[in-house]
Nanobody
Framework: QVQVVEFGGGLVQAGGSLRLSCTTSGLTFDTYAMGWFRQAPGKEREGVSCISWRDYTYYGDFVKGRFTISRDNAKNTVYLQMNSLKPEDTAIYYC???????????????????WGQGTQVTVSS
């Protein structure tokens, strides 16, 4: 049984930082592209950042230069370091195990194999 579990959401003031973590079990982590997606009230879920099994990274234009994704295959964990947070970053953030050995335009909701339960990130102005 595959499990994807996020940690690290919370409330932060604008300009602040948070680090999200996500651990998995039940899959061969180092073969999977991993990603972070978010969904704000009334909006569609969108890809924030993804990292391939070869450590190639993708970032949505709205977070470039502010967020950093990384992975630790020894710990089956992916991280999202979020700096210079803005109120518009407020959303539920979901960790996703996308697919094994995937490449190309994979950082999309429709490509995701397994989702975490989500963690709330709230940025106050």
């Amino acid at each position: 049984q595959v499990q994807v579990v996020e940690f690290g959401g919370g409330l932060v003031q604008a300009g602040g930082s948070l680090r999200l973590s996500c651990t998995t079990s039940g899959l061969t982590f180092d073969t999977y592209a991993m990603g972070w997606f978010r969904q704000a009230p009334g909006k569609e879920r969108e890809g924030v950042s993804c990292i391939s099994w070869r450590d190639y990274t993708y970032y949505g234009d709205f977070v470039k230069g502010r967020f950093t994704i990384s992975r630790d295959n020894a710990k089956n964990t992916v991280y999202l370091q979020m700096n210079s947070l803005k109120p518009e970053d407020t959303a539920i953030y979901y960790c996703a195990a996308v697919q094994p050995y995937v490449s190309g335009r994979y950082c999309q909701s429709g490509e995701v194999g397994y989702w975490g339960q989500g963690t709330q990130v709230t940025v106050s102005s």
